[in-house]
């Protein structure tokens, strides 16, 4: 009965496939940043540094970048929840086998994590846990043991620090052009060194990864946090209030992916939004936590020109709006297709799809407006879509305390010996 059931569901054969190529990077990457469309260039500046340029125009929706960090951090709250390798979601983890901080989808990400970091971390865990250690500490951390076992001794690393210190100030600023061990005290000033470094720039070049779960009621919810990256193409990317790119990763992933967002004409600089938004802040809150934790006054177009929020364009009348661009906007993005796209519905995503695109390329010269602001969600909702989200249920938060001197599965655990589980006992 099952199969007859099975049998009777409709099937859209190439929705998937669909899916695929409007989130598969079109055309060459560059032959340097191979992560990248080779219509886009890092240059150099005295004033904004290394940042990303567009060698061509590019239309709305394009992919610009498909990026795999160089590492991930898996939040606490997700331990039991994700693996802490490669983030895939699943409930039937294999456990590290000397710690119980680290979880695994297969054996393979088990041997590649203990490769690549785990074996330093593993007897570090409980005391970095009992120091409470944020993401940005342990982020530090792993990004130093990890460049470690990237190479073969401390020599060859102390020549790539050295190699890429060749390169500040330009625009290959961090690239390198790819026996014994040194003495003790060389290793101890570079590892403290690099742990400072790292611990210095982790606020503002880690990306978050997350993911959007749904409620009870089958309705998209706003994202979770579920892991960092190192993204070193990524962290190129300048800050806007009023981007022209926007960043989704692959639920369960640590890959990231970046579409045009607004139609990006050659020469010009591509923006990222580093979560400060003119829709939806204003003016002065911007200014205020951009400043405190990127250390940068944002002279962004919203910002200069002082852009109104969403809350007030909407109140306003669009009268300069031609009619039929609003007729269009209002046929595909109606009330049936908004709820829609809140369930998560994949092909109703992929049929409004290229209108959206079309629709933010007519509407953003008369930015900023309030059906260009609703235009470029439904586009974000889309591209969120297509790149997953966790179904009702997946969602819950484990929080972690220490337990100490109580009895589990029988036996007693000594004062001595220090364990961390769960928030809910078994």
Not at 86 to 107: D, I, K, Q, T
Not at 407 to 418: M, Q, R
Request: hydrophobic share 40%.
């Amino acid at each position: 009965m099952c199969i007859k059931a099975l049998a009777a569901v409709p099937k859209y054969p190439n929705k998937m496939e669909n899916v695929e190529s409007l989130i598969t990077m079109k055309g060459p990457c560059d032959p340097t940043y191979v992560c990248a469309s080779s219509k886009l260039e890092v240059v150099y500046s005295d004033e904004m540094g290394r940042h990303v340029c567009a060698k061509e125009d590019i239309n709305v929706g394009e992919v610009l970048v498909i990026e795999d960090p160089y590492f991930t951090l898996l939040l606490k709250s997700q331990y039991l929840l994700c693996c802490s390798y490669c983030l895939l979601s699943n409930l039937n983890l294999l456990p590290c086998n000397n710690c119980c901080f680290a979880m695994y989808c297969s054996e393979e990400c088990r041997v590649k994590a203990l490769k690549e970091y785990h074996s330093v971390e593993c007897d570090l865990m409980a005391t970095l846990f009992k120091m409470d250690f944020t993401k940005l500490e342990l982020s530090a951390l792993r990004t130093v043991i990890k460049a470690r076992y990237d190479h073969a001794d401390w020599k060859s690393l102390f020549e790539t620090i050295k190699e890429a210190d060749a390169n500040m100030n330009t625009k290959y600023q961090g690239q390198v052009k790819s026996d014994n061990i040194e003495e003790q005290d060389k290793i101890f000033k570079c590892v403290a060194g690099l742990l400072l470094l790292h611990l210095m720039t982790v606020p503002t070049n880690m990306h978050g990864i997350s993911t959007n779960v749904m409620n009870e009621n089958g309705i998209l919810l706003s994202d979770i946090s579920v892991a960092s990256g190192a993204y070193a193409f990524l962290s190129l990317i300048n800050h806007s209030c009023a981007p022209n790119v926007v960043r989704f990763n692959k639920e369960g992933e640590g890959n990231m992916t970046l579409f045009a967002l607004r139609p990006i004409k050659k020469g010009m600089q591509i923006f990222d939004n580093y979560g400060s938004h003119h829709a939806m802040e204003d003016y002065s809150s911007r200014q205020s936590s951009l400043k405190f934790q990127y250390k940068f006054t944002c002279v962004c177009e919203a910002c200069v020109d002082k852009w109104p929020m969403y809350v007030q364009l909407n109140m306003m009348s669009s009268k300069n709006l031609p009619v039929k661009i609003c007729q269009r906007k209002s046929n595909v993005l109606n009330q049936h297709v908004i709820r829609q796209l809140q369930s998560g519905d994949v092909c109703t995503a992929l049929m409004i799809y290229k209108d959206l695109c079309i629709l933010c390329e007519q509407l953003d010269k008369y930015a900023p407006c309030a059906e260009l602001c609703e235009c470029q969600e439904a586009l974000k909702q889309c591209f969120m879509i297509f790149e997953g989200f966790r179904t009702f249920g997946s969602d819950d938060i484990i929080e972690w305390k220490e337990i100490t001197s109580k009895t589990f599965n029988g036996a007693e655990i000594g004062s001595l010996n220090k364990f961390f589980y769960p928030e809910e006992e078994y």
